[in-house]
Each structure stands twice: as C-alpha cells, then as structure tokens.
C-alpha cells in the first residue's frame, strides 16, 4: 500500500515540474495554453451573456482553476474518457469540445450539446469522450465506477478521468466508490478539484485533514496532492496516476489544490471569504504563470504567447456570435424523448 | 411436464432461467450485487450462477448501494446490460441518487444523445416477519420518475418473460419480485421467450366487477374471483404486470365492460400508485359506464409492522379483497 504523498503548499513559485517542459513537445505545450485560455475567456464570455440577461439558468464559474482540468486532461490520450461536474466548463474545453455548441448549450438552443435541456450544469460529448457533467455533487464518482468497470469487462486500455470538489469528498459515495474501484483495481483515476470552498463552506472548515489525498490510505491507493495552478505538476501527477490505472493496477486519488476567483454560482456575495484571500489568489494566476515558466524557459516567445492567448479569445467571441443566432428548442413532444427506444 | 410441453417450476426458478438464459446469449448481460455469487443471494435467486459465468459476470459487491447503483448506471452508460440485484427494494433508498438523479436523468438531460439500458431486481412486499425496513412496497416513487420503468409480474411465466423484455430494453427498468411470490408455481415455456413490457394480461374474464392488481394481489385477486364466483359475482382480473409504461386501454376496456372497478396494491394508501390508476379511469371513456364509485384496496398507512397479526392486518388480504368486491358489486343497484 502506498502512503499518501503530502507535498508543499501551494505557492507563487513558478512551476515544480520543470522537467516536463524539456519532454513534452513545444506543440503540447502551446495547446495546454490554448485550452487554459479558452477556458477563461469562455467563462468571461458566460459572465458577460449572463451580465446581459441572454442566459435562462444559473452558472458555476472556474476562472483561476484552469490549470486543474487543462493539466489532468491532457494526459490523457485522445480516445480517453471523462466524468465530471457542474463546474465543468475547462474539463469540456480541454476534452476538444466544439466551442460554439457548448456556449449554445449555455444559451439553451436546440443546436447545444444537450438540445437545450441541460444546460450550463449538464454539458456532455458522448462521441468525444466526455460522459456528462453532473449537477448533483458527488453524483458523478459513483458512475464512474460503472463507466471504468465496463471498459475492464471489455478489455479495453482506455482510462477514465472522474473529476469532482471538494465539497463531494464528504459523501457517502465517495467512500462507496473509491472502495469499490480500489477492490475491482478499476482503470479510473479520482481527480479532486479542491478549490477550498464547497459553497460557502470551507474545506478546513468541514475537514480534519489537511490533505484530502491522505484518504488515498484507506483504500489501499496512491493518494498525492499537487499545486493545482501549476499545469505541469497537475500534469505529471495525473499522468503516473493515468499509467498505473492503464497498467491494470487501479485507481488513484489525485488533488489539485487550487481556488475559484468567482463567487460559487450566480448567488454568491461572498461573504465566507475576504477580498484580500480573492486578491491573493489571483495573484497565483496560473495562466500567467504558465506563460511565464514557457518564456522563461525559451519554450515560446512572449509574441508567441500573446498569439494563442488571442487566439483563444478570437475562438470564443466567433463562437459566442454564431450560437446567438442559434434556433430555440421546440416545447412540444419532449415526452417522447424521456425513453430510449 | 404439462400438456403443453411446459413444465411447473416456481416463479424464484423462472427469474433464475430467465437470467441463465439471457446471459448466455448476451456477453454484455452481467448481474452484480451483495452476496449473489457463492451465497447464491439473500433469497437464492442466483443459485448456481456464479459456476457457469465466472465472478465477472456474476459481480459480488461491498455493502454499498449506491455504488452498486452507480456501476450499474456507468456500465449501461457504456452500452452494458447491467442488472443490479438490490437485497431488499428497502436497501433502494440509498442508491436514490444514482438511480434518480443519474440514471432515470441522464438520456433527456443529455439531450437524447446517451441511454441506459440497465435492470434493478427488487424483492419488495411484506410477508415474511421482516418488519418495517424489509417490507416495503416502494413503486410509486419511480413510477414517478420520468425516465425509469417499472415492472411488477405476478406469476412464473409473466416473470420469465418481462425480465427478458426489462434486460433487452434500453431504459432503467425496476423489476419488483414480491417475495410470497417466490416459492408459488407455474407453468412455464423453456425456451427463451420475451413478454413485451406495458401490455396487461386479463388473468380471469368476467362481467360484474373489474378488479385491477399486480404483484401478489394477482394471486389474492384470482382466489377472491373463485370465491365470489360461488355467490354468483362475476369478477374480471386485469393484472398491470408493468406499471410504467401503463397499459391504460385494456383497464379502460375492462371497466367499460364490467362498470365497477375495485384497484388493489399492497403499498400504503396515501399517494399509491391507486390514486393514479383511479384517476386514469375517471378521466376516460370508461366513466360514463361506470354504476358505482372507483374503490380502492391498498395498504394501511403504517409502516410495515413485525408481528404476523399485525402484518396481515396491514396489507389487503384474500379475505379484504373478497370483502370489498361483494360490496362493490351490490353498489349502486
């Protein structure tokens, strides 16, 4: 049994995981940074459509968590699966879901990803791997280990990546499903997005411990905790876990510690947390870090950084303008959608 | 061996053969659940299973019900055919999320885009001394949920052949076994054979009174007709066998015939699944045939209580059902 790893706290530093940048491809490099990007100019371009009173239903925003979908996500390969959660925006971005069909999701029009029917909360791309996002906290854990059972009953080598918060690491479901995939060996690995608030209520607050990954323990798994705003640790953590889940020796617990800049959902003012924990967050920034550890490191040139940053907006904004457009969903016969035929 | 080629076994025998042979022909078919595979289940269903399919397929399962609902919800997410046994229907409240909020959701909330073709078997009813937490009858809930089926057959054959239809569809399907059921007898085909889900059997033709039931007040149904058919009332059995989707046109045909309809579940009284059935019945063609009020037969609005006088005083019996029916019958004349 491996002992949970306690690493460092989470930090201003840079990066901890420089050697990455050595071995992965300049190409892998500048698309983590695309994605970061899309990722938080979606969630602007969410909060600007929702500002102007274009979106019906409620949001959950996770600027500044960027680097933990972004990072897991691309160790995954491409034919990989994910499950994740209502703050799923990034985890959708990063899986290559067209853009334009999300945020016409998030607009409730028929051409969305769910027809209009799940909204912001329930993006799913079956075909591209992403198996849903799920509105319910927890909900998704206890799936996914029905989705990792199936690809072992099936002998296939593909891996699953169940994402969820903090908040859902209390549920009873979350201990049900890490020991049910820990005994079955699953190909599954349990990625916590701790961005230290479930709600309003603080994970220390909730929690005597002071890893989540330390649960890791009682399921007789690797557990190891990261600074979920530096993209190449959430990377390299996620990749052992992914290898070990490929070789046929099961789970792992992964937690990337990290923070949301926005309130929980469109009600929040933010009254369990001080603006000066908010001002301190954002200045660990981990899209600015990111661009700083490629620049530094001679990987791209600030001109090449600014590019796919502007890119990335460009790619939200075209996207945004043509879902507008999009035709509204119909009221009538949603009866005989219910059941599968 | 019958006459017709079939032979008697009991309806446990019937659920057991229709699992055997399903899984024999469908490698995506599994069962999992607590204590299914050397045990052979809490109630013996699947008794010898583990020997022919292997420990995969006959999955045995921490005590954790809403993991078990969730690896089943997963798997039937990736095309699967799982069938989750839940020990006792009770045990169902703590898979509620995944089978609520992730099963019966998922195809619509993904805009028709996913589907979920997996079975839940729940031995469900009272009867048996096991008091409040092992006796409950919990239909009503999910046939109140968009998105989940439920089945709930009475005899051997009908068990055999809607478990077949509930494996093969692509929805949640809650397949409701009573537990007095298990050990009754039927004839029943050997072959594999399919009977499709939402169509009703009239189990016993009649005249004077319609009675609509499924589950084990079929059976408490049937023996109050022969009763009653002494006294020379004339009793018509409709039994659901599936209750979501409902077969609303042979209930409506029947009463519109007999023109007096007593309904008859074992679960409580207050928000049943009789409420519904009756107002189906008064909102249709068949009210304007009808020569006396709707009744209904349910259980006592009590939880189920451990004492055997207690308990029988607590759900219809045959004696109730006989009671109520030659009331109804005089009704109105």
Redesign the interface.
Known sequence: MTISKVVLETDTSPVTSTGLLDELPKEKLAWMLQKMCETRYFEEKAEELYIRGQVHGTMHLSIGMEAASTGAIAALRPDDLIIHHHRGHGHTIAKGADITLMIAEFLGKEPGYCRGRGGSMHIADIPGGNLGATGVVGSGIPTSVGIALALQMRKSDKVLLSFFGDGATNLGEFHESLNMASVWKLPVVFLCDNNQYGMSAAIKKVTNIDRLSTRAVSYGIPGETTDGNDILAVYQATQTAIDRARAGEGPSLVENVTYRWRGHSKSDRNLYRTQEEIDDWKTRDPIVRFKQVLVEANVMTDEEVEAVDQQAKATIDQAAEEAVSFPEPSPENMEDEVYAP | MTQNGNREITYLEAVREGLILEMRQDPEV?LLGEDIGIYGGAFGVTRGMLEEFGP?RIRD??I????I????????????R?IMEIMFMDFLTISM??LV??AAK????????????MVVRAPAGSGTGAAAQHSQSLEAWFIHT??I?VVAPATAADAKGLLISAIRD??PVIFMEHKLLYRTKGDVAEELYAIPLGKADVKREGSDLTIVAYSIMVPRALEAAEQLAEEGINIEVVDLRTLKPLDEKTIIRSVSKTGRVLIAHEAPRTGGFGGELAAVIAGSEAFDYLDAPIRRLAGRDIPIPYNRTLERSTVPQVEDIVAAARTLAQEGR
Request: aromatic share 8%; net charge positive.
């Open positions: 599994f995969e399962t921490p954790s019900e809403a993991a609902a969730g690896a089943a919800t997963g798997a039937a997410l990736m095309g699967m799982p999320n995944q909020n992730q998922i195809r619509f909330m993904f805009g028709g885009k996913a589907s979920i073709p968009p998105g089926k692509n929805n």
